[in-house]
């Protein structure tokens, strides 16, 4: 039933595009014009609790499609997916992976968005994808760290920019410049001498986004589940409570 | 705003992935599973016309956005785009290019979906990506006659097999046992002899798959429209008829 | 006799390069600090014709060994081979043809180098190699055209150079600033006025480099031959003269 | 002093090659058709001593110009060189270093076959190289175990192989029978009860092969210099001896 007609020499211009093995892969994911995208749908500011969950449910339906992925951090319109390094989903080929975990991604975006957010989607989001490989764990832990470090510095700008727009009526070109030049120490400040805000007894979701791990489940099938923390994961007590990441898989 | 951390060195492990200057650079999108998708949704068979139609929408929309997409060619439950061999679109990063096509085709096939089909979704679909590059004008119609021609094989096949299951109550294992072997030929008399069909005036659509090409509107503003055509891009024909396609971007 | 040990894993570490189908295939070969190589060796100024015949001799050993390079083109201390599009010889590995390339050429040199130079080689020599991938006849043409083009500039400039340095005595520095922001126009003049040389009558080879094709020979065998050639290559006549090249292989 | 030109558009066709930050890269070149160069070179059989001391001479050469190789291996007629995980040389592009090694490494080869062997070179030595990437320090010592191994095997038959040829009269053809299908233990029996030969015993260079390392010389200054060792690296043994090639850079 095979379609062999002349044409068919066409194929062997695909070209292969397996991966080193035995090095961690990572997936990442990320919101084409997102800005735009929240606006358009009003999201809270400066955190949308339901447009993160919607992020958040919809790596989980990509983190149980894919066994080999053994850890997912997601933060603002991003996602990082990090397969085991032995691997051999799909023979490690680079292309098959990335657009797997791209597309089920954009598609349960899609159709989760209804059970937490009550406006429609006024279009279909996008999101691009990358394939970055890191060969040891040090590196796998500075990568995820790196997005972490960068959550915290966003999210505690933020926080400060939006209290001043929402609270104390500045334009945002005015909260701009209030916020030019602080250190982090400076906006902790200002949350809590202007605002009476100690930053870091906001919700964790925002300070330090999602880790999605699998976890044994205890019930009578002893099943493992997904399960979000808002862990710090740059410290170390994180990859000695969670062992199992840098393990073997289990 | 940046986060400036001493994690920052792993940015250095993503890898350049710009494809060659001036060649034709295809994007095909494959449903996963997309069997069992079918049957768990009650695709009619052996063609579901509204589930062509999502996937035509679908791809009508990925043409929308990206300017660049010359002709896009789809058919079963894949679709192909072709960038024009200039296109500097995202720098011609292979990953960018492919993630955004896919994400794109995969959110609005979720989007898509209730205009045209009265069965809610089950699960989120899944496509996978990959980029082929064609160097000459002859390869890239050789591309697509390739995929023409597989639909022209599978359709006819498929037609036969389920009028002989539909029609005449064989079961699977009969209706397959009954067409091994048989040719082309074979398969149109079967169709004509029994069941009084002549698979020539079938839905063009079913036969030959969907083009979607720009075209200049009729309209106030001269504006451009993508166009679904179901035409045989086999013969040269076609390509005398649309001959912006392989000419320069317009 | 293979030694098959638990140590053999290590082989699927290696990964395809098979280089896209019809395709010009370039590899470039290029004198790793020839500057300082051709001091050690007192190079004559501003051309040594017999260093140039060790390339050249070099490049003839290449094109004899591997029998789908169609063209050979050098100038300098560099060498560029052009693989015919179709060409399937070691797979299209790149690696493999990158490197074959390179090692034969490296060794020819030294072993050509004593039947042209009569100082011995102080050091071994060493060329790096690039592959480089270019889809059009024109694009390959443009590609050639460019190192001619090279030549011409470099030559034309390091001519009228070592006349003002080893005719007038000036040093370095003063040739230098002398023709600090000439035109070709105005490097042709200087050369007439003052030297009363017409560089268009120079020796071809230095002027328009050396391009080495395959051509029937007239003896009683009808073999093929090498054939090195000075000619304008950035004309369209040169392509009209030698049809081969462009044309199926011969 | 730059030719620049229409055509200077073409060099926008090289593609970017840079390796994966971290991992080990080995390099290895391997003599194209050695047989045939051996037979016509009179090569001595199983082993060549001299055509051994080129090998080691020209990778001695290639570990001397780059500082960034910090172990070679060299068996038969290949060599593998070692560069360290945080090189880089030449901005870790692959091509540059995959052909700097090969080219200097050929050149190299020819250079100092005079000063080993008496017959002279009938035609220029052609070896092909490869980058194979290694993420982890164990990848890294099995594939060297796994070319240690290889070395063995091929050793101890051709040993065997050529008792039986050149002591005992057989024909290459009923040496290769009479070798069929028998194990290590076989082979070493066979030596020392037909020949009196204690394997064992043979020179290390050609059981184990070569390996050359960077030493701290015992000298006014303390220089380096690049000695060949004989041992077995299979064993843990050798890497404690050797901490420095795993280790950070000495």
Chains 1, 2, 3, 4 share one sequence.
């Not at 990335?98 to 279009?123: E, G, H, I, N």
């Not at 691009?128 to 959550?151: F, H, I, K, M, T």
């Not at 100690?198 to 330090?208: D, E, S, V």
């Not at 489940?217 to 862990?231: N, S, T």
Request: aromatic share 14%; charged share 25%; net charge positive.
């Amino acid at each position: 039933r095979m379609a062999c007609s002349r044409f068919e020499y066409v194929k062997s211009f695909e070209q292969d595009d397996s991966i080193l093995p035995n090095v961690w892969i990572v997936i990442r994911v990320d919101g084409k014009k997102f800005h735009k995208f929240s606006k358009t749908h009003d999201f809270e500011k400066p955190n949308d609790e339901n447009a993160l969950n919607v992020m958040n449910a919809a790596a989980t339906a990509v983190m149980q499609e894919f066994r080999d992925i053994v850890l997912a951090y997601g933060q603002s319109d991003e996602y990082s997916f990090v397969f085991r390094k032995e691997t051999t989903a799909f023979k490690r080929r680079s292309a098959k992976l990335l657009t797997y975990v791209t597309s089920l991604f954009s598609s349960s975006y899609v159709m989760q968005w209804p059970r937490w957010k009550s406006v429609p989607l006024a279009y279909a989001p996008c999101f691009d994808g990358r394939v970055v490989l890191y060969p040891s764990d040090e590196n796998l832990r500075d990568y995820l760290s790196w997005r972490q470090a960068d959550v915290h510095v966003n999210n505690l700008y933020n926080t400060a920019f939006w209290k001043l727009v929402l609270g104390k009526g500045l334009s945002n070109q005015q909260a701009e410049e209030r916020l030019r030049g602080t250190f982090s120490a400076d906006k902790n400040e200002l949350l809590f001498q202007e605002f009476g805000i100690n930053y870091n007894t906001l919700p964790a979701m925002y300070r330090k986004g999602t880790i999605l791990l699998r976890k044994r489940v205890v019930d009578r099938k002893g099943r493992q589940a997904i399960v979000p923390l808002h862990e710090d994961l740059i410290s170390s007590q994180f990859w000695k409570n969670h062992t199992e990441i840098l393990g073997k898989y289990v």
